[in-house]
């Protein structure tokens, strides 16, 4: 779909997808959404719980905000699940784009910032960590709209 398919309503009226906090971290991840290298995302029950957010449906449609606050996609989930950290798979990982070419490798890149004071301040808990039985939520996406001006488009 092009930008065109969604009028400014429906964006306004779609909830918005916040890839981690603002920086380069976002920049990275919106940038493998929008390239197509990222189509699985990582998320903390206990961060919907505590935003009292529902989980994630398939189907459910979103829009990808960038670090400005800029509607840049609209994204669709295709699967989810939940599951003990322990238990992401290789797959799941890979599928993330950011890189990651192993369970361990990625599980310490999200450690990281799970226990980072940005996450630990958006949880209002300042000792929060992980480990292998916490819930995740493993969710799956497909890019269904660039929302970039065309001219941005092309410069890719």
């Known amino acids: 779909m092009t930008p065109g398919s ?5 964006i306004a009226s779609m909830p918005r997808a916040e890839f981690a906090f603002p920086g380069s ?3 990275r991840l919106v ?3 929008l390239d197509g290298s990222k189509t699985s995302t990582t998320g903390l029950v206990i961060d919907y719980e505590h935003e009292d957010d529902p ?3 398939a189907g459910d449609r979103s829009v990808v905000i960038d670090s400005d606050g800029r ?12 599951v003990p950290l322990g238990q992401v798979d290789l797959v799941h990982v890979v599928d993330e784009g950011e890189g990651h070419t192993g ?12 226990h980072g004071e940005d996450m630990r301040a958006a949880l209002e808990d300042p000792g929060f ?13 497909r890019l269904v709209a660039d ?3 065309r001219i941005h488009r092309l410069a890719d």
Request: hydrophobic share 50%; charged share 30%; proline share 9%.
């Open 6 to 10: 969604f009028s400014p309503a429906d």
């Open 25 to 27: 971290l976002r920049d």
């Open 31 to 33: 940038a493998a959404i």
């Open 55 to 57: 989980l994630p449906q």
């Open 71 to 82: 509607p840049v996609a609209v994204i669709e989930v295709t699967d989810v699940r939940v």
């Open 103 to 114: 369970v361990a490798e990625w599980r310490a890149a999200h450690e990281r910032f799970w």
């Open 129 to 141: 960590t992980v480990d292998d039985a916490t819930p995740v939520v493993l969710e799956r996406f």
């Open 147 to 149: 929302l970039r001006p």
